[in-house]
């Protein structure tokens, strides 16, 4: 019996959709909800709050049905993006809202305010109302309201979104604390892929209201399914066939070139390969080195993206994407158009995909 369980649920409200979405969780989880914009990451959450009722499919928390509670029987908190706090209220009256509701004795609504507020370095902001406080501030806020109440599970809607690189780094590293503070178990949407390596164990991709594949983040993202899960995550796809296998590697032919692979594969078989843009190194000229995989190609283009540069390299007619720091940009004086050499580990071409064998292989 898992801690909460979600079975076949289906749901269709004004274009959003659950279909028989079935997963669950163990308690402790850090489940992060991915998938594009519209799939019904959010609809599912306040499916499992109680905000709609599921037209098929139940929900189970500890074994026990909740489908028919209403949200205030489910012991479930939920935080926005939005944060959604009482501006009449001060930080301590809009964090003491829902608490006194369970906790009649007022020394421990205080004690119970003064621990969360500590964990989450807000305990000098009890008496300011929200118009006062900064993005980052607002979030901790929000967060403390729903995790004084020690909910069962609690449900964040894309939380840090709205909020700069540096506050989401610190949010992240203050949740985590909270979250192992409280033993909370978490389903969190998400769009940012950072949310998911600080602090997710399970990750849970989302499409036309269907689970299009699940598993801890590594196997995710390093082995994702074919075709759009792939796409959605930004990993490289190869598609090639085997030519042979040497010792341990299986050596694939991709365009004439061979591209080498820790996973095994039999001869003939057409097979896809996921390589994460992380796991690659570019270089001006071909270099000695551990890694088996040294592609020759041109730079088509370059994205800055943060504290990162995305580089686009075509290899014959694939194109692949490569993530490097600013700096190693500017060493390696990149521009399109310019000669460049992928080169990455046969351990990090990963065969997510194979079809048959030719029967005319010799």
Request: aromatic share 6%.
């Amino acid at each position: 019996m898992s801690f909460l369980e979600i079975r076949d649920l289906c749901l269709d409200v004004g274009g959003f959709e659950l279909n028989n979405v079935d997963f669950r969780a163990e308690k402790g989880d850090y489940v992060a909800l991915i998938g594009p914009s519209g799939s019904g990451k959010t609809l599912l959450l306040e499916t499992i709050i109680g905000f709609y009722a599921p037209e098929k499919g139940k929900i189970l928390l500890e074994g026990g049905e909740i489908t028919a509670f209403s949200p205030d029987k489910r012991q479930i908190s939920i935080v926005y993006q939005d944060h959604m706090l009482f501006p009449h209220m001060n930080v301590f009256e809009n964090i003491a809202y829902a608490l006194r509701k369970k906790l009649r004795n007022e020394k421990q609504v205080e004690a119970e305010i003064r621990q969360i507020t500590e964990i989450l370095g807000i305990g000098g902001l009890l008496h300011r109302k929200p118009a006062t406080l900064s993005g980052g501030e607002k979030q901790r806020v929000a967060l403390a309201r729903s995790l004084v109440v020690r909910p069962k599970l609690l449900l964040l809607d894309e939380p840090f979104s709205a909020l700069d690189t540096r506050t989401r780094e610190k949010l992240r590293g203050l949740l985590k604390k909270a979250i192992h503070e409280y033993r909370t178990t978490v389903l969190h949407v998400t769009h940012d892929f950072e949310d998911i390596w600080m602090l997710a164990n399970r990750v849970i991709v989302i499409r036309k209201g269907e689970v299009m594949q699940e598993g801890d983040p590594d196997t995710v993202f390093r082995r994702p399914s074919p075709d759009f899960v792939a796409e959605f995550l930004g990993t490289n796809v190869i598609k090639g066939e085997v030519k042979s296998r040497r010792g341990k590697l299986t050596v694939l032919e991709v365009e004439g070139l061979e591209v080498y692979s820790a996973d095994l594969a039999e001869p003939g078989e057409k097979v896809t390969v996921s390589v994460r843009p992380e796991e690659i190194i570019l270089a001006r000229t071909a270099v000695e080195s551990s890694a088996r995989n040294t592609l020759r190609g041109k730079v088509s283009g370059i994205l800055k993206k943060e504290h990162l540069v995305v580089v686009e390299v075509v290899i014959g007619s694939t194109e692949i994407k490569v993530v490097i720091t600013p700096t190693s940009c500017e060493i390696l004086d990149l521009e399109p158009g310019r000669e460049i050499y992928a080169i990455f580990k046969a351990s990090n071409a990963r065969i997510i995909s194979r079809t048959g064998i030719r029967t005319d292989w010799k």
